[in-house]
């Protein structure tokens, strides 16, 4: 499977002329005079002129532009910074983890024509090189269920813009067994993310609930994910009954990924029967969630669906017909004027640079860079012995980070404190229209 280097050159095909322009002055800078600095890896101590930070995403597929919005931000984050932190040069190597089994070798067993091999080898890459200080990435959970175990037995800080499940940084009844502790087995906390967890989407989605005088739920949870993305089901149940809201009816083992048409009515069916006024379904976007949504939908026209934002993708918006007039997405990416004074010259920097309109993606690739060269600035010289590091990002997070996405802290399971949503209806088209605010 290929991997690609070369500063995401194959992301966004209308982008890369403008990208690979602004790569080639940050490559300028980085070969200016630097500094040095003290790497030990087991009982070898090298020396590096240059730290570098990694970055995984899936730059190609139905994500693509967004993700690659991600690396914009890291690069224009890196290009403020002129590419030093102090004296030492600090370089991105972005890596592109999206793999298409339909395009893989058909000769190879199903795990090696899966993402997860890429995501893995990503992984492998990075701990590997001993001038890695830190690795953005992954968005999706069960991506970040691959990435951080590798990374953290090589005490590798990992600092995602998404991967919400509450798994990796709480001990919870919606985890799986062992959580947190399985996804690190150096012992020490090496992740972050500055996406709110699954637990503040939960909160916010039962308080739209709420608004909307939705006094009756079904929860549905899709098995086809290893629970990395169908954990928001349960964790708003807990909060719907706190408010007063019954859940009425309650359904898990939804295999979306072998889900057919008559599976999805007969889920459908047995929902509506309960007589909700709103279901909530956690789990992928998919062929079999599109289904599943429409199925709903037929079953009963009324019926509010509310989808968590791992459901915000053009693909399944796209595809719901009449039942996208019926479906309210939450999500923590907010309308760009909600964004800090930070924010908007970030995305004024943008529109000059690549002479695209921005998206807040842009903000999570800005900021995750920025929280770690600021973590690099606090260790100095020491900046890539890995712990010294992951000692100086953790005590910044404890302090609070002033960032493009708002002032927020990280605290030391990996949590940020950012925790406001916004709400949006579906148009006829698959687009988001912006609802209201929720916090």
């Given at each position: 499977m290929a991997r690609d280097h070369a500063s995401v050159s194959n992301a966004v095909p209308h982008t890369i002329a403008r990208r690979s322009g602004l790569l080639l002055v940050l490559a300028a800078v980085l070969a200016g005079c630097g500094g040095s600095a003290t790497i030990q890896g087991g009982n070898d101590i090298y020396s590096a002129t240059t730290l570098t930070v990694y970055s995984d995403l899936p730059l190609l597929g139905p994500d693509g532009?967004?993700?690659?919005?991600?690396?914009?931000?890291?690069?224009?984050a890196l290009y403020n910074a002129g590419g030093h932190v102090g004296r030492l040069h600090v370089s991105l190597d972005s890596l592109?983890?999206?793999?298409?089994?339909?395009?893989?070798?058909?000769?190879?067993?199903?795990p090696l024509r899966s993402p997860s091999l890429q995501i893995g080898q990503s992984a492998h890459v990075a701990s590997s090189d001993l001038s890695t200080v830190a690795y953005i990435g992954d968005y999706d959970s069960a991506a970040t269920a691959i990435s951080l175990p590798l990374n953290n037995q090589n005490e590798v800080l990992q600092v995602s813009p998404g991967s919400s499940y509450v798994g990796f940084t709480d001990a919870n009844a919606a985890d799986q067994v062992g959580e947190p502790r399985v996804f690190y087995p150096y012992g020490q906390r090496t992740f972050a993310r500055l996406d709110p967890s699954d637990l503040a989407e939960a909160k916010a989605t039962v308080g739209w609930l709420q608004s909307l005088g939705v006094r009756r739920l079904a929860l549905l949870s899709d098995s086809s994910n290893?629970?990395?993305?169908?954990?928001?089901?349960?964790?708003?149940?807990?909060?719907?009954?706190?408010?007063?809201?019954?859940?009425?009816?309650?359904q898990g083992g939804v295999d979306t990924q072998t889900l057919t048409r008559a599976g999805a009515q007969r889920v459908a069916a047995s929902v509506a029967a309960a007589h909700p006024d709103a279901v909530l379904f956690g789990g992928v976007a998919n062929a079999g969630a599109e289904q599943l949504w429409v199925a709903l939908h037929a079953a009963a026209p009324a019926l509010k669906l509310f989808a968590p934002s791992t459901l915000a993708t053009s693909t399944f918006l796209g595809a719901l017909g009449a039942a996208a007039a019926a479906t309210y997405v939450t999500s923590p990416i907010l309308e760009p004027g909600q964004y800090p004074a930070a924010a908007q010259r970030v995305f004024a920097q943008y529109r000059r640079t690549f002479g695209l309109a921005p998206s807040a993606y842009v903000l999570y690739g800005y900021d995750a860079m920025n929280d770690i060269l600021a973590a690099v600035a606090r260790a100095g010289r020491r900046a890539a012995q890995r712990s010294v590091l992951l000692a100086a990002f953790f005590a910044l997070g404890r302090e609070g980070f002033r960032g493009t996405l708002g002032n927020y802290t990280i605290n030391a399971d990996g949590d940020s404190s950012l925790a406001r949503f916004d709400g949006y209806k579906v148009g006829a088209r698959g687009q988001l229209v912006f609802a209201r605010a929720i916090s």
């Open positions: 532009p967004q993700m690659s919005a991600v690396v914009d931000g890291e690069i224009l592109n983890d999206y793999a298409d089994a339909s395009v893989s070798d058909p000769l190879l067993p199903d290893p629970g990395y993305d169908s954990a928001i089901a349960e964790l708003a149940g807990v909060d719907a009954r706190a408010a007063g809201i019954a859940v009425v009816a309650r």
